[in-house]
């Protein structure tokens, strides 16, 4: 564990501290999660403080199409031809609305104009193309 300014590794609650900021350092990418394990299944989103690693984690026993009608059914998106999630942009902001303060809705605006110059977003920019990770 690397060490850091005014802090001795053998110190526990400099340690922690340690382990802290460099979980802070690294982030942790914002999730629409699909929870299967639900009933009926719920979206959410969770962890939205890094807006740069957005994705869909699926959690549970799931298909595609499955997932496209929970997205559906939530009014949170769809899936694409290709099984990537179409998440809408509204809904993300619905879903973090009292969680997150104004320097998050600069960070996720940044992310909506690279995901743009990727060409993630739809043709109208109401939907942002993410991955989805099964498990």
């Not at 350092?25 to 740069?52: I, K, L, M, N």
């Not at 809408?88 to 996720?108: K, M, N, P, Q």
Request: negative net charge; glycine residues 10%; proline residues 3%.
């Amino acid at each position: 564990m690397p060490r850091r300014e005014g802090c001795v590794e053998k110190r526990e609650g400099c340690v922690q501290k340690i382990e802290k900021i460099e979980k802070i350092e690294r982030g942790v990418p914002v999730q629409v999660v699909v929870d299967f394990e639900a009933d009926p299944a719920t979206v959410a989103v969770e962890e939205p403080s890094d807006c740069g690693r957005f994705h869909v984690a699926v959690r549970g026993r799931a298909d595609a199409g499955a997932l496209d009608e929970a997205l559906r059914t939530n009014d949170a998106g769809v899936v694409d031809g290709d099984g990537e999630a179409m998440v809408r942009v509204d809904a993300v902001r619905h879903l973090v609305a009292g969680s997150v303060d104004e320097a998050w809705e600069a960070a996720f605006a940044a992310m909506l104009d690279y995901a743009r110059s990727k060409g993630w977003l739809s043709e109208d920019g109401a939907s942002i193309r993410a991955h989805v990770e099964w498990g």
